[in-house]
């Protein structure tokens, strides 16, 4: 746990980064601390390790104050990513990784030996270990930066944007893994992001800071898109929560409609009977949907020859079954055919559902927890977003 | 040239010790002064205001002749005008003003997110110094050690003017003997000496800094 006790950071220029900051990181959990530039996200994250200290107040490490830690046995404890890695380049990776626990007095073999681990844990093969940083590409070099801090085994994290400088398809597989990685090891762990979608995917809990370094909102994702603190949360938050907050929505109980399939490899006529409005949905020997095939309006002549990946419509997602509203109404809109594809966990095919069967679902949720607020009144404010 | 290499054989045993004096008047001195620059440049980057009066104090002290160096040193040291040692001071000083700047800048060209992240992973200070800082200017600082050892080997041979024998005693006699043999000879070593030094300082780092060369995919 690390907790702000009325943390105030004020520079000899009077320039006040963080303001009377109070606020609980609690044990295993990701608290993400967001906002605009400037509002002293990164200054509060860098107070936790002492790399900055604080002008007034106290930040506690379970029962301890950390004023009272010497700094380097204090940072020793903590794992920390930054955006650029921040790698030793001078040192290949399993010498980077192997960093905390030669500091604390590991030996050698032990320590690689613990980094080659690591790496695999992260995801990276054993054959970039005698690498250099400069060897590796961008989300490479941050796999190996999470590894580094998580080397020393230690409770808590500290990341500062760590997946801000790689691509949008890197950056979501390194918070997909990053999660798993998470509910495997269940750190106490601050996250710093400017990006309020990262955070809101990532946090258990999320601390919304706006300028001057003050708290605006602390509150779990779900809570910060229904019921934003004031007008400025509502504006960072932006718009399309309403789409965003069925994210955090399940769609179990959703039922979907079987469909004929057909498989790769059979011949194209067997479209003709299977398709439905024109539209036959392929799968794999498995199962696996492969994409839909348009068969409407071709006639019997150009249905010669055997279904091929070429001839197939890529451009509907996914949604599992176990997976979220938002997942299930992204399938039915994106669908070529209008009907959204349902998989297991194992990305067999189960169903397909119709946006506006989605959309009846949502709605009489929608009605039932607006039943649930009626009688605990207080809550449920309406707040207008503010452009931003 | 067999006029060059006949007077190299004829006169083998004293340019062989004038050799050594020689080398060591370029290497010594080189040695000396990276050890003070280190410190010195470690001071001008650690604190930025102290970087402009060091750095200028450094050029200043490159600027002095070498020969006033050589001259006035004595005095100053208390040594014999003929001792070599005035020689191997007066190189150091022109080391330490080459190296200082060339280490504040070695220590600064080092990335800040490095450092934090060397700082977070608990570091002490000392210890990212050495560990870190110090070795990742290594390229710097042995690009401006391998200038300051070039400029060492060819200041060597002013110490002839004033009685220190050792290889620039080839051009006094080829100057007061008006024969060209022991002139070239003694270009010939030192453009040698030069490329000598070089070609070492060039391997030690990149002994030191195998990552320089493994940075291309």
Redesign the interface.
């Known amino acids: 746990m690390i907790r702000f006790d009325s943390v105030t950071k004020r520079y000899p220029d009077g320039t006040v980064a963080v303001d009377n900051l109070d606020f609980e990181a609690a044990s295993g959990e990701i608290t993400v601390l967001v906002g605009p530039s400037g509002c002293g996200k990164t200054t509060s994250l860098r107070m936790i390790n002492r790399m900055i200290e604080p002008t007034s107040g106290r930040i506690w490490l379970d029962d301890k104050d950390t004023a009272k830690i010497k700094p380097a046995q204090l940072r020793r404890g903590m794992g920390y990513v930054i955006q650029h890695a921040g790698l030793f380049p001078h040192r290949t990776v399993v010498d980077n990784v192997a960093t905390v626990p030669l500091l604390l007095g590991t030996d050698k073999r032990t320590a690689r030996k613990r980094a080659m681990e690591l790496l695999d844990r992260v995801g990276l093969p054993s054959n970039l270990a005698r690498r250099y940083p400069g060897q590796l590409s961008g989300g490479q070099q941050q796999r190996v930066g999470v590894a580094r801090a998580l080397a020393a085994d230690p409770p808590v994290m500290l990341m500062d944007e760590p997946f801000s400088a790689v691509d949008p398809v890197v950056r979501a597989q390194l918070q997909d893994e990053f999660l798993r990685l998470q509910q495997d090891l269940g750190k106490t762990i601050a996250f710093v992001t400017h990006d309020i979608d990262e955070a809101i995917k990532l946090g258990d809990k999320v601390a919304v800071m706006r300028a001057g370094g003050k708290l605006a909102q602390f509150a779990e994702p779900a809570e910060l898109l229904s019921h934003p603190a004031d007008a400025f949360v509502a504006g960072f938050v932006g718009r399309d929560r309403g789409y965003r907050a069925l994210g955090f929505a399940e769609s179990g109980g959703l039922a979907t409609a079987e469909e004929d399939v057909v498989r790769l490899g059979e011949p194209l006529r067997a479209t003709r009977d299977r398709a439905q409005d024109g539209w036959a949905l392929v799968v794999d020997d498995e199962r696996r949907p492969q994409g839909w095939i348009a068969v409407g309006g071709l006639a019997d002549s150009a249905l010669s020859g055997e279904i091929t990946p070429d001839l197939l419509n890529l451009g509907g997602t996914l949604a599992k079954q176990s997976g979220t509203l938002r997942e299930a109404l992204d399938a039915a809109l994106s669908s070529p055919s209008g009907r959204g594809v349902v998989v297991d966990d194992d990305g067999r095919f189960v169903g397909t559902l119709s946006a506006s069967e989605v959309l009846a679902h949502i709605e009489s949720r929608a009605a039932s927890i607006r039943h649930d607020t009626m009688t605990s009144p207080g809550r449920g404010a309406f707040t207008s977003g503010v452009p931003t | 040239m067999t006029s060059v290499w006949d007077y190299f054989t004829s006169h083998r045993s004293e340019i062989m010790s004038w050799l050594g004096t020689t080398l060591w008047l370029a290497a010594v001195p080189l040695v000396l002064g990276l050890i003070i620059a280190l410190p010195v440049g470690w001071l001008a980057n650690r604190y930025r205001w102290s970087y402009p009066p060091i750095t200028s104090a450094a050029g200043l002290l490159y600027t002095i002749p070498s020969l006033v160096l050589f001259l006035t040193l004595p005095a100053l040291l208390g040594t014999k005008i003929l001792a070599p040692v005035n020689v191997a001071v007066g190189l150091t000083f022109y080391t330490v003003a080459l190296l200082v700047r060339t280490v504040a800048d070695g220590l600064n060209s080092v990335?800040s997110?490095?450092l934090?992240?060397?700082?977070?992973?608990?570091?002490?200070g000392r210890?990212r110094f050495f560990a870190?800082q110090l070795?990742?200017a290594v390229p710097v600082i042995g690009a401006g050690l391998r200038v300051a050892a070039v400029s060492n080997v060819s200041l060597v041979s002013v110490a002839s003017v004033i009685g220190v024998t050792q290889l620039g005693q080839l051009f006094v006699i080829g100057y007061t003997e008006n024969s060209v043999p022991p002139t070239i000879l003694g270009l010939i070593i030192f453009v040698v000496l030069a490329l000598l030094f070089d070609v070492i300082i060039l391997g030690a780092v990149r002994l030191l800094?195998?990552?320089q060369r493994?940075?291309m995919?």
């Not at chain 2, 934090?116 to 002490?124: C, K, L, W």
């Open positions: 990335s997110d490095t934090n992240a060397a700082a977070a992973m608990g570091y002490t210890q870190v070795p990742l800094t195998p990552w493994a940075g995919r």
